[in-house]
């Protein structure tokens, strides 16, 4: 009965892409529909023992979509299991057991942390950052098959720099009225983050890499920047390497976004850059993302902006927990589980496109739960 | 000679009394009738008003000629001077632009600018820094309205983005602590902070907007940004008919990809600002359609066109002078010569909603010439 389903699901889909797109559908497309056992991985002995992974629900909706996640790991038997720890955004700074659970599990996941606006406390979100040296955040922005959006052929990972720049959070009052906020860009963190976005562009087999900066007015800081994207672009011969100033970057993002592969930014631009990008291919509800160090990982919903989502999301229960599926589907990969990764990316995708379940922010009406259970109920 | 200094004199006074006005109103659908209207169309119909022209570099000299003349088929009592940009340094300004430039907007009081390309090197200021500097322009305002039969992605934008002009990020105050580590400097004051939100609530006031949106990235920057917004917050006290939020940037960034109606004014400080009205510019078809205005001290109001000099279309009768068209348009509001402005910003609305004279960048085929003749025709 599914299997029927499924080739006419398939022959539908084929025609409305055939039509609707002159340029050939997205990778993976074709593929995530039809499930095939894409993974011939051969484990170690022993890699079957459930891994430890902490969970941070966070406020807001972040609870309700990690609950998402850990109903659908249940019903897929993965080899891990969730250490709790509540945090929450007015606490002055994160708890000692967290980093302590953190680095002794090395990945986490976690919901959206509210931060308040202009108060006294500096964000958890940064600190946990900072602390953990996760110097490197992962937003992947793709057109999901089945919805539909302005832009077509966006495929965009937007890699942004995480702990310094504009973010460094050294303020102060020069004189009463007069404020100054220091932007700091060290060789050494432009560097590492230009060796990431590379690495993860040869290892994934992309063809580009763009640097965003703003250096014809910041030349030293983003000069600084820019000189290590190039230093770092010539060990990599084989993929191309531009670069685009921010402003005309955003231009482009709503008008052209199909020449954008993999960017590289600094903090600031990259927060822009990545909720811009976001936006354009589904929203922010979508996107997985994560953020990466040398010894850490922790996986959330990849675009900033409403991962808190408001107070109305969290009393209807709406909440889309489509981004933090698919972030706890790059999870999976990162702790060598492909085959339960793939199972979850495409029951997820699959819900997606038949388009029955789907939250108010893609255009639905269902409840987190109904998502959930639709994924749970097309688990392979 | 006595007689040539009191027109001079009467003529500025003229000025002030235009510039006191400090009413613009780009967008057709919101018109507020001028006080100003009656007599500046009576008083001025002999006198013209003198206006700055710097033409630019490369398709500007064509796009102001086409400006030129349609405004000679409407009619305006606009008295052009222009002004070039020399090839020496000028060692008043540190640029290539001449003092007696900069004192003739300063006299003036409006003006409009081509596009300018500063020259690579050293020992000179880039044209539009100075500019700001000397003439102290303050806000940018750019109005951003989805123009009916060019279709984009987004149909139904109608917002307009003001952005703090001379502090924030762009200070320009860098420095190297230690060889790989560089500190930039991102300076926020409560004066220009409320210089530029006293302008957003005026305009808005004036244009009959009902929103003004602060954008910032308090959360993050407390200090610096939290001032900025405090600034807002007074201001919108002071207007309790508008009404006023305050939204954080990258949340603004999505919900402008995802549904631009929801904004109507925004403002913001300098680097949000040129990421996100560059941003609005793409939404509804890019630079080249797009029109700006400086505001600066003084009632001072520079009108340009945001795009680049086109080097390579330059002087091929290709260029499309819609920008610098628009952003006349919004001068001549400025000057309180609204119906004469209307007149102007409908017949480019009609000849660009028609499709049948489109410039290239546009997808169609006409030269800047044809497209200014349909114009004229239009009026």
Request: aromatic share 6%.
């Amino acid at each position: 009965m599914a299997r029927r389903n499924l080739t006419i699901l398939k022959r539908l889909l084929g025609c409305s892409l055939a039509s609707s797109s002159s340029v050939p559908p997205a990778p993976g497309v074709g593929l995530s529909l039809d499930f095939k056992r894409s993974v011939t991985y051969m484990p170690r002995p022993g890699d079957g023992a459930p891994r430890a992974v902490t969970l941070i629900p966070g406020d807001g909706i972040g609870p309700l979509v990690t609950g998402a996640v850990e109903q659908v790991m249940e019903a897929m038997h993965a080899p891990v299991y969730f250490e709790r720890f509540e945090v929450h955004g007015d606490m002055t700074k994160v708890p000692q057991e967290v980093i302590d659970s953190i680095q002794k599990n090395k990945v986490c996941l976690k919901g959206g942390l509210d931060t308040p606006v202009g108060g006294g406390v500096s964000s958890l979100n940064v600190q946990l950052r900072k602390e953990l040296d996760l110097y490197a955040s992962l937003v992947n922005c793709f057109n999901l098959p089945g919805l539909p959006t302005r832009h077509q052929n966006v495929d965009i990972v937007v890699i942004r720099e995480n702990t310094e720049g504009e973010y460094s959070g050294l303020e102060h009052e020069v004189v009463p009225g007069v404020v100054e906020s220091l932007k700091v860009i060290t060789k050494f963190c432009s560097e590492r983050i230009a060796k990431y976005a590379f690495e993860y562009a040869y290892l994934n087999n992309r063809k580009k890499v763009t640097a965003v900066h703003k250096a014809n007015i910041m030349k030293l800081a983003d000069g600084l920047f820019l000189e290590s994207c190039r230093e770092i672009a010539t060990k990599y011969p084989g993929i191309k390497y531009n670069e685009i100033i921010v402003d005309n970057c955003c231009m482009q993002l709503v008008s052209k976004p199909e020449q954008f592969d993999v960017m590289v930014t600094p903090n600031l631009y990259g927060n822009l850059v990545a909720n811009t990008a976001a936006g354009i291919a589904g929203g922010t509800g979508v996107m997985p993302g994560g953020n990466a160090g040398a010894d850490h990982a922790i996986f959330e919903q990849g675009a900033s902006a409403g991962n808190v989502g408001n107070e109305k999301l969290v009393k209807q229960k709406k909440a889309n927990p489509v981004a933090l599926l698919l972030s706890s589907a790059m999870m999976l990969r990162h702790l060598q589980f492909p085959s339960f990764a793939d199972r979850l990316e495409t029951a997820v995708k699959r819900v997606i496109s038949e388009g029955r379940y789907r939250t108010k922010d893609l255009g639905g009406q269902s409840t987190t739960q109904e998502v959930v259970d639709a994924v749970v109920a097309v688990l392979d | 000679m006595a007689s040539q200094i009191l027109r001079r004199v009467l003529r500025g006074r003229q000025a002030q009394q235009i510039s006191t006005a400090l009413i613009e109103n780009p967008s057709s659908p919101r018109l507020l009738s001028s006080p100003f209207r009656a007599p500046s169309s009576a008083a001025y119909s002999t006198q013209p008003i003198r206006a700055t022209l710097f033409p630019g570099d490369g398709i500007g000299p064509e796009i102001a000629e086409s400006v030129k003349k349609v405004f000679a088929a409407a009619e305006i009592p606009i008295e052009w001077e222009e002004h070039f940009v020399g090839d020496k340094v000028d060692p008043r300004t540190e640029s290539f632009l001449t003092w007696e430039s900069l004192e003739s907007v300063r006299q003036n009081k409006v003006g409009l600018k081509g596009p300018m390309a500063t020259p690579i090197g050293k020992g000179h200021r880039s044209l539009n820094l100075t500019l700001r500097k000397e003439l102290g322009l303050y806000a940018n305002v750019r109005p951003c309205y989805s123009l009916p039969g060019y279709k984009t992605r987004y149909d139904d934008v109608n917002l307009v983005t003001i952005r703090e002009n001379t502090e924030g990020e762009y200070s320009g105050l860098e420095h190297q602590v230690v060889r790989g580590v560089v500190e930039s400097l991102k300076i926020i004051t409560r004066q220009a902070s409320l210089r530029v939100a006293e302008y957003a609530f005026h305009y808005a006031k004036a244009n009959g907007r009902k929103r003004v949106s602060a954008i910032h990235k308090a959360n993050i920057m407390r200090k610096t940004d939290g001032l900025f917004l405090k600034c807002c917050r007074e201001v919108a006290e002071k207007y309790p008919e508008i009404t006023y939020e305050e939204v954080i940037i990258d949340n603004c960034c999505m919900m402008l990809v995802k549904n631009p109606a929801l904004f109507d004014v925004l403002v913001m400080p300098n680097l949000y600002g040129d990421i996100i009205s560059d941003l609005c510019a793409g939404l509804v078809g890019g630079l080249g359609l797009t029109p700006s205005c400086n505001i600066g001290e003084g009632g001072i109001a520079l009108a340009e066109a945001v795009h680049g000099s086109a080097p390579d279309i330059a002087g091929k009768n290709l260029a499309n002078p819609t920008a610098l068209l628009l952003s006349s348009v919004m001068m001549l509001r400025h000057l309180g010569l609204n119906d004469k402005a209307e007149q102007i910003h409908d017949s480019i609305i009609k000849t660009i909603a028609e499709g049948k004279y489109r410039t290239v960048d546009l997808g169609g085929t006409s030269s800047t010439t044809d497209f200014t003749k349909a114009v004229c025709d239009n009026l």
